[in-house]
């Protein structure tokens, strides 16, 4: 469990469509963490697949977002979102392109717009859905970049067994993403779900 | 989806234990796709990280086999299959081995070999639980043999946009092969 994360208390028993959720963005959420570490690799070694890599981080994972809240949300949100998972990676990139070529000067400068991007995400997370609490948001992501950074260094420092450590703690942090993303939808369902069965109040 | 490939059904009704069961099989039949598509290509390009990435691979998966099973199964089962997750993972190294420096029959042989550990490995599990079928595991292990091998010619040929596609197709077998196991589980009363 990574340090500063709360395990996701889960509902105790679901429905095989409420599980399929948490299943569904569980495995998004960690692709992106699989994905990002094979493309952190193959900038920083210049890996003959890097081409095919990229691709699938920065076209085939926003998809799967995509398809994953459009049924939820509709289109115009889930778009939103793919936008900003896209942002997101184009900001890693740039990040490991100026650690890898030793730029500390333009490292700061990303690794600001990494931090305001995450708050902006946390934000705009909660006005799509109250249960996804932008403070709880705030600090997985912080947490993210925080791992991913970690990463990153070690990478480039050819410290592997270090690596894959922090690399085990980021899958963690995105199975909790995951979860927090299917239970926040879950509960809004069901909220709504009772709410409509309840009686209407008649006056007498 | 890979071909011929059946989806699980899960209950309808899941319980927090059940739930958890199948999300620890499925991460664990992750856990090997990821590692071992990590070691191939670490192994074919003589990456500075095959050490670290062949310790997670070996010592790491094979381990997390064992403290899932062990729960339901006991030490002397969990430590049975942790061997057999182990060999399997050997064998597979020596055909990636024999593969890469184009040793014809090497490469026959560790075939044969990764194809009778899966049938044995197939009848192991079967014999710890009625719902698991020895045909039905066979044939998983068998696409998932077949699947891992076309992830080594792909990197042995560079054709890297047709590895993601086809390990993304073992991602999908892995899902069917976690939920098997956890339906099992879940069928003899998680206890």
């Known amino acids: ?204 | 989806m890979p071909d011929g490939v059946i989806i699980e059904p899960i209950p309808r009704n899941v319980t927090f234990e059940q739930m958890n069961a199948i999300l620890t099989f499925r991460t664990l039949w992750l856990d090997m796709a990821m590692w071992m598509r990590n070691f191939i290509h670490s192994f074919v390009h003589d990456d500075p990280n095959l050490e670290a990435v062949t310790n997670r691979l070996y010592t790491g998966v094979p381990i997390r086999f064992y403290n899932a099973l062990v729960v339901f199964y006991g030490t002397e089962i969990a430590e049975e299959y942790l061997n057999r997750i182990s060999n399997i993972i050997v064998v597979f190294w020596r055909l990636v081995e024999a593969m890469k420096s184009g040793d014809q029959e090497g490469v026959q042989s560790a075939t044969r070999e990764l194809y009778e550990t899966a049938d044995q490995g197939a009848a192991f599990l079967a014999s710890l639980n009625d719902y698991w079928d020895a045909s039905r595991w066979r044939d998983l292990y068998t696409q998932y043999i077949n699947l891992g091998i076309q992830v080594i010619l792909a990197v042995l040929e560079g054709n890297y946009e047709n590895e993601i596609r086809i390990y993304d197709r073992i991602q999908d077998l892995t899902v069917t092969m976690g939920n098997y196991m956890a339906n099992g589980i879940i069928a003899r009363g998680l206890n």
């Open chain 1, 1 to 204: 469990m990574p340090n500063g994360a709360s395990p996701e208390p889960v509902t105790r028993d679901m429905t095989f469509e409420q599980m399929n959720a948490l299943i569904a963005f569980r495995t998004i959420w960690i692709e992106l963490a699989m994905w990002m570490r094979e493309f952190v690799y193959s900038l920083v070694d210049n890996d003959p697949n890097q081409v095919a890599v990229t691709n699938r981080l920065y076209i085939g994972v926003p998809l799967k977002f995509y398809n994953a809240i459009t049924v939820f949300y509709g289109p115009e949100i889930a778009e939103e979102f793919l936008g900003r998972i896209s942002r997101f990676i184009l900001r890693v990139w740039r990040l490991v392109d100026a650690i890898k070529n030793n730029r500390p000067d333009l490292v700061g400068d990303i690794a600001m717009s990494l931090q305001e991007g995450a708050i902006q995400n946390a934000a705009f997370m909660e006005s799509v859905n109250p249960n996804w609490d932008r403070s709880t948001w705030n600090n997985f992501y912080i947490q993210y970049l925080r791992m991913l950074n970690e990463m990153i260094l070690f990478i480039i420092g050819g410290e592997y067994e270090n690596e894959i450590r922090v690399f085990d703690r980021l899958q963690n942090l995105s199975t909790l993403m995951g979860g927090n993303m299917a239970r926040g939808i879950i509960q809004s369902r069901s909220r709504r779900e009772t709410e409509l069965t309840e009686p209407i109040e008649s006056d007498q």
